[in-house]
């Protein structure tokens, strides 16, 4: 599957911002869909899976209360939702699919397909 991510860009802390990925290349609705994010100098981490049907979701603590994972299984896309922003959401956020149902898997290695990514900058 190929994904698409897009939306990032320059905000305020405390403002918001909405980041999508497009997927094409394969039956969208067979893979769990989620995001990671990479800070400078940092490893990748999770941040929200969304299971194939869009009723299970996972987040990280960090984000959990701020940011909503969603999906339009019909437009092959899923969404990130990100409110309440502050300075540490700063980082290049990636698109990530995983074949299956498990919204489990925190781990980057878990997951075999990749947008390219795109970045998000929190101003203080």
């Known amino acids: 599957v190929l994904l698409q991510a897009s939306g990032g860009g320059l905000v305020q802390a405390g403002g918001f911002l909405r980041v999508t990925c497009a997927a094409s290349?394969?039956?969208?609705?067979?893979?769990?869909m989620g995001w990671f994010r990479q800070a400078p100098g940092k490893e990748r981490e999770f941040v929200a899976v969304i299971n194939s049907s869009g009723v299970r979701k996972n987040y990280a603590d960090s984000v959990k209360g701020r940011f909503t994972i969603s999906r339009d299984n019909a437009k092959n896309t899923v969404y990130l939702q990100m409110n309440s922003l502050k300075p540490e959401d700063t980082a290049v956020y990636y698109c990530?699919?995983?074949?299956?149902?498990?919204?489990?898997?925190?781990?980057?290695?878990?997951?075999?397909?990749w947008g390219q990514g795109t970045k998000v900058t929190v101003s203080s």
């Open positions: 990530t699919a995983r074949y299956g149902d498990n919204i489990y898997p925190r781990s980057p290695t878990e997951y075999g397909y």
């Open positions: 290349g394969r039956p969208f609705s067979n893979y769990v």
